[in-house]
């Protein structure tokens, strides 16, 4: 520790505060600095005069820092020497000393400073001292335009409060693509198209099922609410409900506020239907007795509290106050080089039996996760078992390492996925799930979710046992069981005894100083799917945390703001130059920004091996990957959807449905195709007609656009109906719905026959599609047009990727003639269709 | 019989009474495994190792353990049963009663409802609090124990004492009373109001020396019937002091003064008395005043105007004056009566005090049969002057707006004079509709002057035109 006298100028007004450094004693003090400003001496150039916006943090006793903001340099007057010009002094309750990231020094304030030449000495020195700048030039613009996102977004103030007319009792409430419960066609629930949802099935009727397929049925209320003059009409209330769907609770106040998020009661949104002009609102939700709801809330909740949290985040990093998170901000977004600790790549005893059953590119990927470096990227293209890695990962923290993960996904379903692989096994770790809505992995909800996953496979855990000759004894007990279906887990259970956290990156349930005493003693951050968050939640977790994991895939979708410039532009916090700015960092995944990075310093992985599409299908997509993606599909499983007519379908897995005649229209923003609609019609009742054992077949009609959806459901409802009941699963969505899914059977329309101006051009919607087929892939449109829409990954050269994938089909797949109506040629390569 | 509601410093001790009673619960899966556990392995090794096989390094490890722990505690039988119905012995602690028991009336209250005696020593505790099960342990745990004041309502009858605890009246023994309520009521030596010696009813307290200062806060009080009247704003504060069983007690009396014109008079009186009706808020005053006889009002109302200005009271004076009390205003009353009274009163007043109006205006509106001979002749010059300047104003207005020469000026060359006129007859237009009623006579001589500059200008610009023609 160096001892530096230094002269002191007094000129603000808080002389308290300064009284408890300027006493004439010495104190330990941590120097940095967010940005290098240097001002070098006019009589020498090569010393510097002085260092600027330097801050000297001091212990206080108890909690937090006393902080001075000023320039440290030296002084050329009377009694010349070195000299620290205070510009600002504060406290921060909220910065532990300790975790700081500075240059240690005693500094002491005297009349007596230090010569002027040791005190250029000294500056030379903290300015190659790596720990003295908070290296990450770009973060006061960050943090510039982050408050700007703030400003719009509270401006922008969405929130919308509809009073409660009435709640009906729960029901219980069979999901559509759940078939093995018998329901009444009576009962059944339609949405707002006349597409029906599922069915009411009676209490008595519940009792009756099996307890595998009372979790299958969900228990609804129906929410009648009033759509007043406040809130316009019925139509317009629906528009609002939908568009809030990830953000309504349940109160009693009409105002709610950050204080009460522990309390909220969120509603998991399942149907909205119109009853003659009184909208209802039907969804789950875990109400507590004896409380009365008055209003349903569409209330940024998540908006509000995640910006509160990120602010905080980015405070502490700004504050230097939290020094593992100042670093993986470097490493991921700055310019410094992520360390990669090499030498600790390899397998040994207590690694080997968690990759015993990963492929080669899993197994790189969990050793470099594991290697003990800060910062690990995975890539993880379609179906290459992003999620089996995670699991490894997280076995392998939890249980060799003893340490803690906080598990975090943009999406409930991504971060489900994983804890339900961590569930899988006889040793499984116990997550603990925050969120307001209900989940099987969150509160008390786990004692049964115990049940339903270890329990019912005892028998076969129970093989485990060294001593045979008590297992049986026990299994044979426990054919008496005849207690409460749950585990006594939850009670016997603290916080801290949780060595996995499950949390959506934007969830409300974590905010406020209580909220972030969870995330008190998690060393580990793995964000799945993280090629779809932006920046900003990616640094909601990190000042908490020491080692991060991304996974994601920036080929698939990329971020999207919550707002258009439409929307904000008339706003008063509104800046066309600072919008721009903000789209563009939001807009661009962290995950494609710190792949380079991450590439050239070893910490990247890329999975190759896919175990989803069938090989015509995979060719297709993997065009994107340039054929890196190896195809083991047929190797995990060889069987696939099976037709009654083998030459139309069987022989070949991808088709592409030349639309003839059909044309792009455009309805306001959005657009559609109508002789593409016809088309995709005729090819599901064809595949109701030849599909064999449809009731274990998923599939889906994937759509660019919402107005072709729409138009979709309003001329084929029957049909929709029909393939619900018909198939294991039929579903419609657009391309964003559906990231993270994947069925046996998918049709996917691209509407346009205009070459300029669509979002074709995307190559990651192209790619997302395409991706989620399984087994057969029915690719609708104009390949004429589509063979002229270029597209661009990364940079890279402008390619016809469209052309490639017909060509490729023509060769491999089948090309169907489309022209009012279908008929099957002879040639197994080439179908006719006949003209009307 | 009298119903006191005071402080006493009586002993409270809060007990909880913890029970610990077996009991049975429905198993829970992993609980009957763990018993099952206990009853087949032959140590708690093997039993180890069994949970270690079926669960390895999992979350379940530890869990296990800690319950096949607690099973492992159980005898053969507990465990053969548990396996029989699934039903799992349990120790429940119960902390959920507790009671007050207060030691220097030696009862008890559980569930508000009173108990002879200290209730957690009762012999059958554990029946009254319907436990049902085989109780290991009960246990009293005193959670408090404080004689702190506080209020308690207390009833003297006869020669007894009664407190009221749990909605009952327990005996309270002299001496304990004057042991637990102490009243260092030094103040007592003010009080010069009466003290009576009986009392009856409730709504009794205890004197206390705060109660004391507060009566005499002020020096606006009165005696009635031997009890002091403290005045306030809207109301007289009788109170009435007792002395029972050798305290003092009192009990308060509120007499609002609307409708009570004695009061009303007394307490106005007073006030003048005390010279402190002037402290007094200007809205009790005018209601003392309404209640109370107008000549009693009026001295209050010259007393006060003499000293303060105030509208409201001015506005009480002249409504006074309208119903017939004409005489004996003080000229500050009179004086205040003009500045807040409309025109119409402007007669009466005068008639009050005919010297105090000297403005030539407002004699103007005085009906001409009250004034005074001299006021009379000056009032009438000033019409007469009014008029003629009026009479001179409307000739010149009529001449101007006939001779055209506004037309004709724009013929003539701009010169000094003819931008004076252009100037001087917009400012006419701007001012035509003077109203002559309502205008004083100062203004009626101003606006003349600026007609006579016109006209004269109009005569010189004619003369200028005639001679050019």
Request: glycine share 4%; hydrophobic share 35%.
């Amino acid at each position: 520790m160096k001892n530096f006298k230094l002269g002191f100028y007094l000129d603000i007004k808080n002389k308290e505060m300064l009284d408890l450094v300027n006493d004439g004693e010495g104190h330990d003090v941590l120097l940095s600095t967010n940005r290098l400003n240097i001002e070098h001496d006019n009589r020498d150039q090569r010393l510097i005069k002085t260092l600027k916006e330097v801050k000297l943090i001091y212990e206080l006793e108890g909690k937090g820092c006393l902080i001075l903001l000023g320039n440290l340099g030296c002084d050329f007057r009377q009694p010349m020497g070195g000299m620290f010009f205070c510009k600002r002094v504060y406290i921060d309750q909220n910065v532990d000393y300790h975790a700081i990231k500075g240059v240690e020094m005693n500094i002491c304030f005297s009349n007596y400073p230090l010569s002027i030449d040791s005190t250029q000495t000294i500056l030379a020195e903290l300015v190659t001292n790596e720990n003295f700048e908070f290296n990450l030039s770009q973060f006061d613009e960050f943090m510039d335009i982050f408050t700007f996102y703030k400003k719009l977004s509270s401006e922008l103030n969405n929130n919308t409060t509809f009073g409660i007319r009435s709640i009906s009792d729960p029901y219980y409430y069979v999901p559509v693509d759940v078939k093995d419960i018998d329901v009444d066609e009576a009962n059944q629930i339609t949405n707002l198209s006349g597409i029906v949802t599922g069915h009411k099935i009676e209490r008595y009727k519940y009792d009756m099922l099996s307890s595998e397929n009372q979790d299958k049925v969900r228990k609804l209320i129906d929410i009648k609410i009033e759509v007043g003059e406040e809130n316009g009409d019925a139509d317009r209330a629906i528009k609002k409900v939908k568009k809030f769907a990830d953000n309504l609770y349940l109160t009693q106040t009409k105002e709610i506020d950050e204080n009460m998020t522990r309390n909220l009661v969120g509603l998991d949104l399942v149907n909205i239907q119109k009853d003659k002009t009184d909208v209802v609102v039907s969804g789950e939700a875990n109400l507590r007795k004896d409380e009365k709801y008055n209003y349903l809330n569409l209330y940024d909740m998540g908006q509000k509290v995640k910006l509160e949290s990120i602010d905080n985040s980015l405070r502490l990093i700004n504050q230097g106050a939290s020094g593992s998170a100042c670093e993986l901000l470097e490493y991921i977004i700055g310019s410094k080089q992520m360390p990669s600790n090499n030498s600790a790549r390899q397998a040994g005893d207590n690694k080997d039996k968690y990759i015993e059953n990963l492929d080669e590119s899993q197994k790189k990927a969990f050793l470099m996760a594991t290697d003990g470096s800060p910062v690990s990227l995975i890539k993880g293209p379609p179906g290459t078992g992003k999620t089996y890695v995670i699991n490894a990962i997280v076995q392998y923290i939890t249980k060799e390492l003893k340490q803690k993960v906080v598990i975090s996904s943009q999406t409930h379903v991504a971060i489900d996925n994983v804890l339900d692989e961590l569930m899988e096994n006889y040793d499984l770790i116990i997550p603990n799930r925050i969120t307001n809505r209900r989940n099987r992995y969150s509160g008390e909800e786990i004692d049964s979710t115990l049940y339903k996953t270890w329990a019912k496979k005892f028998e076969s855990h129970n093989k485990r046992a060294g001593d045979q000759k008590l297992a049986e004894e026990i299994l044979k007990d426990m054919a008496n069981f005849q207690g409460n279906q749950v585990f006594r887990f939850s009670q016997d259970t603290i916080l801290a005894d949780y060595s996995v956290l499950g949390a959506t990156t934007t969830t409300s349930a974590i905010g406020g100083k209580k909220g972030l005493e969870l995330l008190e003693g998690y060393d580990w951050l793995i964000i799945d799917e993280v090629s779809k968050c932006p920046i900003t939640e990616v640094l909601r977790y990190l000042p908490y945390v020491e080692k991060i994991i991304m996974v994601g895939d920036d080929f698939q979708l990329a971020p999207l703001l919550e707002f258009t410039k439409a929307d904000v532009e008339g706003l008063p916090s509104y800046d066309e130059d600072k919008f721009n700015k903000l789209e563009s960092i939001y807009e661009k995944s962290v995950f494609a920004n710190t792949l380079e990075k991450a590439r050239e310093a070893g910490r990247m992985i890329e999975l190759n091996v896919n175990y989803r599409s069938v090989k015509a299908v995979l060719n297709a997509y993997n065009i994107f990957y340039d054929g890196r993606l190896q195809n083991m599909r047929e190797v995990v499983k060889p069987t696939k959807v099976q037709f009654n007519d083998f030459k139309k379908y069987e022989d070949k897995d991808i088709f592409f449905i030349e639309v003839k005649n059909g044309k792009e229209a455009k309805d306001g923003t959005s657009r559609y195709n109508i002789e593409e609609l016809e088309a995709t019609a005729d090819i599901l009742k064809d595949l109701m007609k030849t599909v064999e054992n449809p009731i274990e077949v998923t599939v889906s009609a994937i759509f660019p656009y919402a107005a072709q959806i729409e138009k979709f459901q309003k001329k084929y409802k029957e049909l929709i109906n029909d393939a619900k009941k018909h198939f294991k699963s039929f579903e419609i969505d657009t391309v964003d719905a559906f990231q993270g899914k994947e069925t046996d059977i998918v049709l996917v329309n691209t509407v346009v026959t205009m070459e300029k101006g669509n979002f074709l051009s995307e190559f990651r919607r192209i790619n997302v599609s395409m991706s989620r087929a399984r087994d057969k892939l029915f690719i609708f449109g104009n390949s004429i047009t589509l063979s002229k829409i270029e597209m661009r990954i990364n940079g890279g050269n402008k390619r016809t990727y469209f052309r490639e994938i017909i060509d490729d089909i023509r060769r491999f797949g089948k090309m169907i003639e489309y022209n009012g109506g279908l008929e099957y040629g002879s040639n197994k390569s080439q179908i006719k269709l006949k003209k009307d | 019989m009298v119903q006191i509601n005071l402080k006493l410093s009586l002993r409270k001790i809060k007990n909880i009474i913890e029970v610990s009673y077996n009991t049975f619960e429905k198993a829970t899966y992993d609980q009957y495994l763990m018993a099952s556990l206990a009853l087949r392995s032959k140590d708690k090794l093997s039993a180890y190792q069994y949970i270690d096989d079926i669960t390895g390094s999992g979350s379940l490890n530890a869990h296990f353990k800690q319950l096949y722990d607690k099973a492992h505690k159980l005898d053969e039988n507990q465990l053969k049963n548990i396996m029989g119905n699934s039903m799992y012995p349990m120790l429940k602690i119960d902390k959920s009663n507790s009671y007050d028991y207060y030691p220097e009336l030696n009862v008890s209250v559980f569930n508000n409802k009173l108990y002879e005696g200290d209730f957690g020593k009762y012999e059958d505790l554990i029946q009254r609090l319907y436990i049902q099960e085989e109780v290991i342990e009960s246990e009293l745990i005193e959670k408090r124990n404080n004689a702190n004041p506080e209020p308690y309502s207390v009833r003297f009858e006869d020669d007894k004492i009664l407190v009221k605890i749990a909605e009952e009246w327990v005996n309270l023994p002299t001496e304990i009373f004057q042991k637990i309520f102490v009243n260092d009521l030094t103040s007592i030596k003010k009080v010069k109001s009466e003290i009576h010696n009986v009392a009856d009813g409730s709504g009794w307290y205890a004197l206390t020396n705060a109660v004391i200062n507060n009566m005499y806060s002020s020096n606006n009080y009165f005696y009635d019937n031997g009890d002091l009247c403290l005045i306030r704003n809207d109301d007289v504060r009788k109170t009435i002091i007792s002395q029972l069983a050798g305290f003092y007690i009192y009990k308060e009396e509120i007499i609002p003064y609307a409708g009570n014109k004695d009061l009303c008079e007394k307490v106005l009186n007073l006030l003048l008395e005390n010279k402190s009706i002037n402290e007094f808020k200007t809205r009790s005053v005018i209601t003392l005043l309404t209640y109370s006889d107008d000549l009693i009002a009026q001295s209050v109302i010259n007393y006060i105007l003499a000293r303060k200005d105030s509208k409201e009271l001015a506005l009480m004076g002249i409504k006074l004056l309208v119903r017939g009390i004409e005489k004996n205003w003080e000229n500050d009353a009179l004086k205040s009566f003009m500045t807040y009274a409309d025109s119409s009163k402007y007669s009466l007043i005068y008639k009050a005090n005919p010297r105090l109006v000297e403005d030539i205006q407002m004699l103007s509106m005085i009906n001409p049969d009250f004034l005074t001979p001299t006021h009379k002749k000056k009032v009438e010059e000033y019409k007469q002057n009014r008029q003629a300047i009026i009479d001179s104003i409307q000739k010149m207005v009529g001449e101007i707006a006939t001779s055209g020469m506004r037309e004709k000026t724009k013929q003539l060359k701009s010169t000094d004079k003819t931008r004076r006129f252009h100037k001087l007859i917009q400012r006419y237009d701007a001012h035509s509709k003077i109203d002559y009623n309502q205008a004083t006579l100062n203004d009626l001589e101003k606006y003349s002057k600026e007609i006579t500059e016109l006209y004269d200008l109009m005569k010189e610009l004619q003369n200028e035109i005639d001679k050019e023609n």
